[in-house]
């Protein structure tokens, strides 16, 4: 694991899966910080995008993972933040790849797509492949700035 702390957040369409990635975290001893939703309610997915920006802003060098329906929502809410650079992914191929070449810092996932233990895969991948660092670096340090 490249961290043993991660934030999670999600709506209502992703609270079920965003659980079930806690309890697989929970049980490899990872700290989690539950940023919500704590049930099905309905809730508007970008509160709990900018509950992620926010938290990974304030906490400088930190990961996280949000969950709504489809992914995209939530991971445009969180990517206004400058210090977030959130990945959506759908294969294992693609959390190796936005870890390597873009350092994400936050995974993206979507509910309605794929199963719990794909889903598992994926973060199992994101949290356990490194920053190629290199000629990705600068390209990288240019994510956050202002256009």
């Known amino acids: 694991m490249i961290t043993n702390k991660i934030a999670l957040a999600s709506d209502h369409a992703g609270f079920d899966l965003k659980e079930e990635i806690k309890e697989y975290l ?4 990872v700290e989690i910080v539950d940023l919500g939703t704590n ?7 970008a509160s ?4 992620m ?18 992914g995209i929502g939530i991971s445009i809410a969180a ?27 936050v ?15 994926i973060v199992k991948e994101f949290f356990t492949t490194d920053f190629e660092g290199g000629r990705h670096k600068d390209r ?3 994510l956050g700035e202002k256009v």
């Open 26 to 29: 929970s049980n490899l001893g």
């Open 39 to 45: 049930d099905n309610t309905s809730v508007n997915y």
């Open 48 to 51: 709990y995008g900018k509950k």
């Open 53 to 70: 920006g926010q938290y990974i802003k304030d906490n400088k060098d930190s990961f996280g993972i949000i969950v709504c329906g489809t």
């Open 79 to 105: 990517n206004r933040y400058k210090e977030v650079r959130a990945a959506l992914c759908h294969s294992t191929e693609y959390a190796s790849l936005a870890r390597k070449h873009n350092d994400a810092n």
């Open 107 to 121: 995974l993206a996932l979507g509910s309605r797509f794929g199963d719990s233990k794909e889903s598992i895969n």
């Open 140 to 142: 990288v340090d240019t």
